[in-house]
């Protein structure tokens, strides 16, 4: 499932692909992605516009056009950007292709179909859109992570990938930021002591700017994502077995000895 990272790096392909180039034609192979407009919509508020500089908050991208309409992307679980060649085959699951001056199209692509593409007209739009997300994750500061934490009663990974406190942090790195931090998935948010709450916001800064740089949650031998599949995981810290729970209904990866609970 696409996460902040993943949403970064669409946003670096939408800006490399797309930044500064005019929209020539827009085609729509599968409506099924839109919400709250249509083809003939899509194509009036975009075609001869020019995107401009993209912008990410939590999972969603922004596609701007200056002054104009604003392009509102979220990836669902299988969601993807792809910048290819208008002349490119497309492939089954390429859902709408944006075709930009200078021999690019941008498409979105995505298989299961779980969100999609809205159209906002103005700012106001925008700002209604997101007004249920909580401040952007690799953005917010520490106090403002500290008191949102700290007013929440539930346990503390539903607490983490709730997108109303906070945006952009998914399954994959709410186990990866929790390990690191020495927190169990499961323990009441509000429970945390300050050091508890400081050092997991330095984990997540420190897990985002890596992931980020990867362009998704890398599985590496080191992170706890690497091993997290394996049938008889192993923690690459200590070398403890590994435990698989569900937490709020989503499956969780914990290690019983580096993550005994709060300090």
Not at 13 to 28: D, F, H, P
Request: proline share 6%; hydrophobic share 35%.
């Amino acid at each position: 499932m696409p996460e902040l990272p993943d949403v970064e790096g669409f946003r670096e392909v939408l800006a490399s692909c797309a930044k500064g180039r005019v929209v020539q034609r827009v085609e729509v192979r599968d409506t099924g992605v839109l919400h709250g407009f249509g083809v003939r919509r899509l194509r009036e508020a975009l075609e001869g516009r020019r995107f401009t500089e993209p912008e990410r908050h939590g999972k969603w991208l922004l596609a701007r056009t200056g002054d104009g309409p604003t392009l509102m992307l979220h990836f669902g679980m299988t969601g993807r950007l792809i910048c290819c060649r208008p002349e490119d085959p497309a492939e089954a699951h390429d859902r709408v292709l944006f075709t930009v001056s200078g021999g690019r199209q941008l498409r979105y692509r995505d298989q299961r179909k779980l969100q999609g593409l809205w159209l906002a007209r103005d700012d106001g739009e925008v700002a209604r859109r997101l007004e249920r997300q909580g401040p952007d994750a690799m953005a917010v500061g520490r106090e403002e992570f500290e008191t949102a934490l700290s007013s929440r009663r539930g346990r503390l990974k539903p607490v983490l990938t709730d997108q109303s406190v906070l945006a952009g942090l998914g399954n994959l790195l709410a186990d990866e930021i929790l390990w690191r931090a020495g927190l169990r998935p499961d323990i009441p948010a509000h429970d945390l002591t300050e050091a508890d709450r400081r050092r997991l916001y330095t984990q997540m800064r420190r897990t985002l700017r890596s992931a980020i740089a990867a362009g998704c949650v890398p599985p590496r031998d080191s992170w706890l994502t690497g091993r997290r599949d394996d049938p008889d995981p192993i923690c690459p810290r200590c070398g403890t077995h590994l435990r698989r729970s569900r937490v709020a209904g989503r499956g969780t990866v914990w290690c019983p000895r580096c993550q005994p609970g709060g300090t």
